[in-house]
């Protein structure tokens, strides 16, 4: 039985029949009075089964993280963890398992995206890395996927719903304008290419459209349009070029998912696989510190004053020199007529990228002089926000 059934019954008991359901391996689903096909043999509850059995994880002594294989997360990911010094040992690109030295008892498993969250579902991966989209498509909602890190800074993109700018469509320019159209009947629904065949209908659902049916295609969705095979796309948009140089636009309330890459896991083998929390927690930890202080500089400079305390008062009374926890501020000492004095003082802060410029203004007006900026590598707080969360929703 498919995932989707539940969905397929929800949408069977609001709509009056006849309806029926052709193929569970047919490419088409539809939301419109008439057919309520499962779109994917591949979401199908006996794979979720195969890695554990009666909810109990297969015994195996390594922690699996699935990173992409291939596409435009792939080489983000190798960066992110090597930004972390998590560098992956890939003896040649063909060989799909890896180590990273560091985390002696992880296995790196190089997968499609759509299969590392398969797998995590299935058991046969732990943890994964791979964009929120593919997570909430192939996951469905399921309970055993937990997002660990909902924020890795690449991959970042949307996925929205787009129209023609021409013909009918002309004056549409929001979802209501869209499902508000007469041309939309149970003989005639509204045509929507995407590849993305579990959030495409569950958002047209929730959105009232009723007369929609879906057509999915690997790649290049954008050309359905201008052959005629669709009226609209439910695709992911970035830069919005693709959509343009094809003649799409988005519209105002079609935008079904913000996604960027997450590091995701198996609620099972985190409860229930030997060190598997643990090695969450370092990778976690790692990825956190490095993200933080990606936005931020460490800005040091020397300032003339009486005492640490005179000097420290000077710096807090500007905005943006607070620092993280307030600045650090040290004498520098000297020798005058052969006594150690100490009529400067150095002060340490770290800055936000964004405030950098108005930091060394702000400095300069409070007599700041030898003002040095460094990048940072890691901010280790005392503990990570996200590690409490995770550690609620996993009832700990
Ligand atoms: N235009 C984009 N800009 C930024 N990130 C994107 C963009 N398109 C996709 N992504 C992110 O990258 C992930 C992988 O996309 P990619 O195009 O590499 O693979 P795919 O489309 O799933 O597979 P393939 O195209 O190989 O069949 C997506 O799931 C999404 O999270
Ligand atoms: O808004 P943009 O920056 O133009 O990016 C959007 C395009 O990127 C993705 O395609 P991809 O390059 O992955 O090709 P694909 O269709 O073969 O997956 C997505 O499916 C869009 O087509
Ligand atoms: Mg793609």
Request: include cysteine.
């Amino acid at each position: 039985m498919s995932l989707l059934q539940p969905y397929i019954q929800q949408c069977a008991t609001a709509f009056t029949p006849p309806f029926s359901i052709s193929s569970p391996h047919s490419s088409y689903v539809s939301v419109s009075k008439r057919i309520f096909i499962s779109c994917c043999s591949s979401h199908s509850q006996t794979a979720v089964l195969n890695g554990t059995i009666d909810g109990k994880i297969a015994e195996r002594a390594e922690i699996r993280l699935g990173l992409p294989s291939k596409g435009r997360m792939a080489a983000d990911t190798l960066d992110l963890l090597k930004d972390c010094q998590l560098s992956v040992k890939q003896v040649n690109p063909r060989q799909y398992v890896a180590q990273i030295p560091q985390l002696s008892d992880v296995e790196v498993w190089f997968q499609r995206p759509k299969d590392i969250v398969r797998k995590l579902l299935s058991g046969d991966l732990d943890l994964g890395v791979v964009g929120l989209d593919t997570v909430s498509e192939y996951g469905q909602g399921n309970e055993d996927l937990i997002i660990v890190h909902d924020a890795l800074e690449y991959g970042d993109c949307r996925l929205s719903l787009a129209i023609p700018k021409y013909g009918i469509f002309e004056n549409i320019n929001s979802l209501r304008e869209l499902a508000g159209m007469p041309q939309w009947t149970t003989e005639k629904p509204l045509r929507v290419a995407t590849g993305f065949t579990y959030l495409g209908p569950k958002f047209m659902q929730e959105n009232g459209l009723r007369h929609v049916t879906f057509s999915t295609a690997d790649g290049a969705l954008e050309a359905a349009p201008a052959m005629g095979i669709a009226d609209a796309i439910l695709d992911l948009v970035s830069s919005g070029t693709t959509l343009k140089e094809n003649n799409l636009k988005e519209i105002e309330g079609g935008v079904v998912l913000e996604s960027q890459a997450v590091l995701v896991a198996s609620r099972k083998a985190l409860i229930q696989r030997k060190g598997a929390l643990d090695t969450t927690h370092e990778i976690l930890e790692r990825f956190e510190a490095h993200l933080r202080a990606l936005g931020q500089f460490t800005v040091t400079a020397n300032m003339r004053g009486g005492s640490a305390e005179e000097v420290a008062e000077r710096v807090l009374s500007q905005p943006s020199l607070a620092g993280l926890q307030g600045p650090t501020v040290c004498p520098v000492l000297c020798k005058r007529d052969g006594k150690v004095t100490s009529d400067y003082f150095a002060i340490v802060i770290c800055v936000p990228k964004k405030a950098l410029y108005k930091s060394v203004q702000q400095l300069r007006a409070i007599g700041g002089s030898g003002v040095l900026i460094s990048p940072l590598t890691y901010i280790f707080d005392e503990e990570t926000p996200r590690w409490r969360e995770l550690l609620s929703k996993l009832g700990m």
